[in-house]
Structure formats: structure tokens, C-alpha cells
């Protein structure tokens, strides 16, 4: 039978139908859908206009489905059963419990604070996949800004002209000494100290922000910057320092994910601030899945800085 445009079925008045069929009373049918009993009625009535046949006979009082309605009844149950899977999908969907995130970060982060983010944010999502990787700072802001990854996080950024930085959290970068390091006992630990006593520089790539804000340190405390080894992750400089090769001179982070060496972490004169960041593709919102483990990503932050420096995170 071919229905006229002007009446097409509608998916409401098929979903009210269902629900008769299932409960076969108006009361329950109104209780399932939330509407009133007249509501369910006159929805009912409405159908039975548009497809041309009746759908119900009242017998004893009771509404009994005609041959007709259980035919339909069983053309329209898949459509049904389809509509409730792709509710729940849209509600794992809204409430963050299902999808796939495509993730970077720079060394320092990716290997502290991402791990423990990532094993929190799954935990109560076991509809969702991570894909994530860690790679160096221009690869990552490459990646972000042609959109191959939904967001990044790293460090020492304050802006960039094709992507959206956001600044989540502003710390100091730190000293890394042996315990038996002459001086392990200072409260802390300038850039006149490290020029004395050896220090490992960052840098290998002359761009490299790191590396550009320590330079400026020293240039700051007229201290010359003559490292006898330079690295261009702080992680190799934290791995070398605990070899006593010298001084490292790293990001925050990267203490909590050396804490099994045997380093002492110090303040480091003059102080370096180094921004995490977490860059987005230029005016494009979060979906609420990344939000959250961003969210995710910020609380395991806030950890970091309330406890002591170099305990590693978790």
C-alpha cells in the first residue's frame, strides 16, 4: 500500500502502536512512553487514519490487536529493536563511555602524567578506544593542526598561529642531582652551580623551547652554558644525570617518572616556568569525550603538584 506524502507514518505514532502491542492496556502503554492514557488514544487513532485499517477491537473491555496489527506489528519490531540500540549508543556517546580518541603528546608528559590519566579514563569506559602515541614537538603540533589526532598535550607553549593553545598548568623546571652529589644538601640549586660542577644541556635541535629557556637562565645569571653532554629529551638528561655525568636541568614531570633512580630533585635559580599545554584544532570544541579526559588529564595535574617532588604519579 502507498501512502501519501501528506501522510506519511510517523515514528512516534508507530512507537506509541508498540507499545500497545507489548502491554496491550492504554495504562501501561501511557506508563512506558511518559504520556497520558488520552495521549496514547488519540495517538492510536491517528494511526489507524494514516494506514487505513484498525488496528484494535475492545472486547470485554479489553483492546485486542486485529490480524492486521499483528502483521505490522511484526514488520515494524525490528525497526524498534534498532531504535533502542542506537538510543544506548547515543547515550554512551553523551555521557562519554563509548568512542575512539586519537591522542599525542611530547615525551615528558606522555610518559608521566598520560599513563595514570589513561588508566583512570578507561577504567569506567570499556566502550571506548585510545589511540595514542608520543612524538617530538613539531610532529605534534603538525599532527593537530591537519587534524590527524583530536588534541595534544605538551610543553612550553604559549601560543601558535594555526592551532588553539590552552595553558592547564604553569610550573618550574627542576634540578636532578646524585644523592651523593656535592651539593645534594643545598636547598637549591643555581645556573652559577651547574656551570661549576657540570650540567647536561637540552637542545639538540636549536628550536628546541627547553632548551631556548635554559640558555636564557644562564645568559640571566651571567653563568656560561658550556654542557659537557646535550640531549634532546629531559628524560635522557634525567637518565644521564642518575649516570653522573652532571646536572640535568628538566620539566617537572619528569622526576615522577624517574623516581625508581637515585636523584634528588631541587629548585632550580633562576626559575624557569614551563606552561603545559593542550593544543586543539583552531576553532573546533572538544566533543564531551575528549573533554572529560582532559578533565582526566588536569586532575592527574593537580596530584602532581600537591605532592613531593620526584614520587612518581598514582
Not at 636549536?206 to 637562565?217: C, E, F, K, T
Amino acid at each position: 500500500m502507498k501512502i501519501s506524502r501528506k501522510n506519511d507514518l510517523s515514528l512516534r505514532l508507530l512507537e506509541v502502536f508498540g507499545a500497545m502491542m507489548t502491554h496491550q492496556t492504554t495504562v501501561q502503554a501511557a506508563e512506558d512512553l511518559g504520556i497520558s492514557q488520552p495521549a496514547v488514544s488519540l495517538a492510536i487513532r491517528q494511526l489507524e487514519e494514516q494506514l487505513g485499517f484498525q488496528l484494535f477491537e475492545r472486547r470485554n473491555r479489553r483492546l485486542v490487536p486485529t490480524q492486521e496489527a499483528r502483521i505490522l506489528f511484526t514488520e515494524i519490531e525490528p525497526i524498534f529493536l534498532n531504535l533502542r540500540s542506537l538510543e544506548t549508543r547515543v547515550r554512551d556517546l553523551r555521557e562519554g563511555r563509548s568512542g575512539v580518541l586519537r591522542v599525542l603528546a611530547t615525551p615528558p608528559l606522555g610518559h608521566s602524567v598520560m599513563p595514570l590519566a589513561l588508566k583512570r579514563f578507561l577504567k569506567t569506559r570499556q566502550g571506548v578506544s585510545v589511540q595514542f602515541d608520543i612524538r617530538r614537538m613539531e610532529n605534534v603540533v603538525e599532527a593537530v593542526e591537519a587534524g590527524t589526532v583530536d588534541f595534544a598535550f605538551l610543553l612550553g607553549m604559549q601560543s601558535h598561529p594555526g592551532i588553539d593553545v590552552t595553558v592547564m598548568k604553569v610550573t618550574p623546571m627542576v634540578a636532578l642531582l646524585e644523592k651523593g652529589h656535592p651539593l645534594a644538601a643545598k636547598p637549591s640549586v643555581t645556573a652559577g652551580d651547574c656551570a661549576a660542577h657540570g650540567h647536561i644541556g637540552l637542545g639538540l635541535d636549536r628550536g628546541s623551547r627547553l632548551g631556548v629557556l635554559l640558555r636564557q637562565a644562564f645568559e640571566a645569571a651571567n653563568a656560561p652554558y658550556r654542557p659537557a653532554v646535550e640531549v634532546r629529551y629531559c628524560h635522557s638528561a634525567a637518565v644521564l644525570a642518575n649516570a653522573g655525568l652532571g646536572i640535568a636541568i628538566v620539566d617537572s614531570y619528569t622526576p615522577a617518572m624517574i623516581a625508581k633512580m637515585d636523584l634528588v630533585v631541587k629548585p632550580f635559580t633562576p626559575s624557569i616556568q614551563m606552561n603545559a599545554c593542550l593544543l586543539t584544532r583552531k576553532d573546533t570544541p572538544l566533543p564531551r569525550l575528549a573533554s572529560d579526559f582532559v578533565k582526566e588529564v588536569s586532575q592527574v595535574m593537580d596530584e602532581h603538584e600537591s605532592q613531593p617532588t620526584g614520587q612518581a604519579l598514582g
